[in-house]
Nanobody, 123 residues
Framework: VQLQASGGGLVQVGGSLRLSCVASGGSLSRSTVGWFRQRPGEDRKFVASVTWWGDRTKYADSVKGRFSISRDNAENAMYLQMNSLKPEDTAVYFC?????????????????WGQGTLVTVSS
């Protein structure tokens, strides 16, 4: 499965952005999908995930209450709505998918990755 992320950009503190990720070459059926982010010089870190049925979501503490992950199985796509953005949210954001229904946050368990989209929050 190939993933294509989009929607990044420059936004002011307190603003909002919606990231999208569309899958091709395969289905996200029975996959947990998630978003990770990476700042320069740092490891890729978990942001949010949602299981196939959308019945379980998980968020990093740093984004709880501000970010919301969703998926559209009919469109083979996932989204990350980001509100109340802060400068520390600046990073390259990656979408990812893995088979199974798990809330494990380890990036190493995800087998498919998008190319990343840059989010810059200016103060």
């Amino acid at each position: 499965v190939q993933l294509q992320a989009s929607g990044g950009g420059l936004v002011q503190v307190g603003g909002s952005l919606r990231l999208s990720c569309v899958a091709s070459g395969g289905s996200l059926s029975r996959s947990t999908v998630g978003w990770f982010r990476q700042r320069p010089g740092e490891d890729r870190k978990f942001v949010a995930s949602v299981t196939w049925w959308g019945d379980r979501t998980k968020y990093a503490d740093s984004v709880k209450g501000r970010f919301s992950i969703s998926r559209d199985n009919a469109e083979n796509a996932m989204y990350l709505q980001m509100n109340s953005l802060k400068p520390e949210d600046t990073a390259v954001y990656f979408c990812a998918a893995r088979l199974g229904s798990s809330s494990d946050t380890r990036a190493s368990l995800y087998s498919s990755w998008g190319q990343g989209t840059l989010v810059t929050v200016s103060s």
